[in-house]
């Protein structure tokens, strides 16, 4: 079993900056893709971005150059720098990684973390 951690959120006046974290622990044997993504109330969650093994990203067009993703692979740990943040920024943020799994062979299964709020003031 995998689980994945967030933290870093809360309440933040526009034009401030977060920074998010999810670690992820248990029996991996190596995490892929990681990507945050985000929720607002009665929106569908969406990509906010996303980074590979090999540390290609990419991200949604409204956090472009505001957001930064990145990740520390000695960790097992993805970070989400937001910088400038607007209200429309608001929402639960979720972390989602594809995880290597070793089960008498590799198998990849995908997880959820189980989300922070994040909260821009105007």
């Known amino acids: 079993q995998v689980q994945l951690v967030e933290s870093g959120g809360g309440l933040v006046q526009s034009g401030g900056s977060l920074r998010l974290s999810c670690a992820a622990s248990?029996?991996?044997?190596?995490?892929?893709?990681m990507g945050w993504y985000r929720q607002a109330p009665g929106k569908e969650r969406e990509l906010v971005a996303s980074i590979t093994s090999s540390e290609r990203t990419q991200s949604a067009d409204s956090v472009k150059g505001r957001f930064t993703i990145s990740r520390d692979n000695a960790k097992n740990t993805v970070y989400l720098q937001m910088d400038s943040l607007k209200p429309e920024d608001t929402a639960v943020y979720y972390c989602?990684?594809?995880?290597?799994?070793?089960?008498?062979?590799?198998?990849?299964?995908?997880?959820w973390g189980q989300g922070t709020q994040v909260t821009v003031s105007s």
């Open positions: 989602n990684a594809d995880v290597l799994v070793w089960e008498a062979t590799l198998r990849q299964y995908n997880y």
């Open positions: 248990g029996r991996l044997f190596r995490i892929n893709s």
